[in-house]
T-cell receptor, first 117, second 112 residues
């Protein structure tokens, strides 16, 4: 089945640090990937849609200068949390669709637990 | 804006009991997915339903898609402690750049 790999799985860093999270589709190409944020015992909140070769589309209220997204290849999207602060601590999850977006279910990475001290 | 209401939000039951989780919307979806998520991990796909009225079974889990493709249910028979987790429904819309609308989730605890 479709496999999405996310790295790192856990990050602890000091306030003011920038953190990069990678999302890779291992056995399929994905022109579109999605980045979510999740708080404990809550559902997923879509942050942005990552588009290969073009700018990401951000959801309302998400700061694009804070959460930089790059989708330089068909198998890799990165999310960089710039100048992270404690309020950015959360569980970040990426997903990708094999095939045409909307016709196949999304497959998720294992998430990245980000803790800012 | 598409919304997907999921209920109940929390459910705590004894091993062996049955339960049903509901997802309802006023919008029509191209397909609907059910996921199960454990703490510290990403959601894992359980099933995709595409056709209105469709019923799919996965061992003790039965999934149904409403005739109008606006709602869905997940029924678990004889729940086991291993069923404990966060269950998420997600509606996909092919006309909306493949974005999925997620329900608020149901946290299920099955006590031995």
């Amino acid at each position: 089945g479709a496999v999405v790999s996310q790295h790192p799985s856990w990050v602890i860093c000091k306030s003011g640090t920038s953190v990069k999270i990678e999302c890779r589709s291992l056995d399929f190409q994905a022109t579109t990937m999605f980045w979510y944020r999740q708080f404990p015992k809550q559902s997923l909140m879509l942050m942005a849609t990552s588009n290969e070769g073009s700018k990401a589309t951000y959801e309302q209220g998400v700061e694009k200068d804070k959460f930089l997204i790059n989708h330089a290849s068909l198998t890799l999207s990165t999310l960089t949390v710039t100048s992270a602060h404690p309020e950015d601590s959360s569980f970040y999850i990426c997903s990708a669709n094999p095939g045409t977006a909307g016709t196949q279910p999304q497959h998720f990475g294992d998430g990245t637990r980000l803790s800012i001290l | 804006t598409q919304l997907l209401e999921q209920s109940p939000q929390f459910l705590s039951i004894q091993e062996g009991e049955n339960l049903t989780v509901y997802c309802n919307s006023s919008s029509v979806f191209s397909s609907l997915q059910w996921y199960r998520q454990e703490p510290g991990e990403g959601p894992v796909l359980l099933v995709t339903v595409v056709t209105g009225g469709e019923v799919k079974k996965l061992k003790r889990l039965t999934f149904q898609f409403g005739d109008a493709r606006k709602d869905s249910s997940l029924h678990i028979t004889a729940a086991q402690p291993g069923d404990t987790g966060l269950y998420l429904c997600a509606g996909a819309d092919i006309t909306n750049a493949g974005k999925s609308t997620f329900g608020d989730g149901t946290t299920l605890t099955v006590k031995p």
